[in-house]
């Protein structure tokens, strides 16, 4: 495994998202997150620095092209989820969009650490 800081940093940063978020299902209000609008806010900026974090010093390789386009897809249902926070699909709009960070921080991982090999820089 070749991960570094970053990747320690980002994980962080993740957990900075989930622990609220699991607070926020338990209960239904943390600190700063009272409803499905804040916690996807908090989704949206700390995934995008925890994002900022995991893409310096990558190659411009297909694998990078499909992470940064997973972290886009991701980032639409964050304002998707932010959008639509007053309806009834608030809920599993939000839960999507937490699970789309696992899988984008889950792929940044798999590159930084050479399990995916995804063809020559481009």
């Known amino acids: 495994m070749r991960l570094k800081v970053r990747d320690l940093v980002a994980m962080l940063l993740v957990a900075a ?6 607070g926020y299902l338990i209960d239904g209000d943390v600190p700063f997150v009272q409803d ?3 916690m996807a806010a908090v ?13 310096g010093g990558n190659k411009r390789d297909r694998a990078g092209k499909i992470e940064t386009g997973l ?3 991701s980032a639409v249902l964050g304002l998707v989820a ?3 926070a007053e ?4 809920e599993v709009l939000l839960a999507i969009f937490m699970g789309s960070i696992l ?3 889950a ?5 930084h650490a050479g399990w995916w090999h995804a063809g020559h820089p481009v």
């Open 17 to 22: 998202i989930a622990v609220p978020y699991v």
């Open 36 to 38: 499905a609008r804040g």
């Open 43 to 55: 989704g949206l900026l700390l995934g995008a620095v925890a994002f900022a974090v995991l893409v």
């Open 71 to 73: 972290a886009m897809l």
């Open 82 to 84: 932010l959008a639509l």
């Open 87 to 90: 309806t009834a699909a608030a």
């Open 103 to 105: 899988v984008v921080l």
């Open 107 to 111: 792929a940044e991982l798999i590159d």
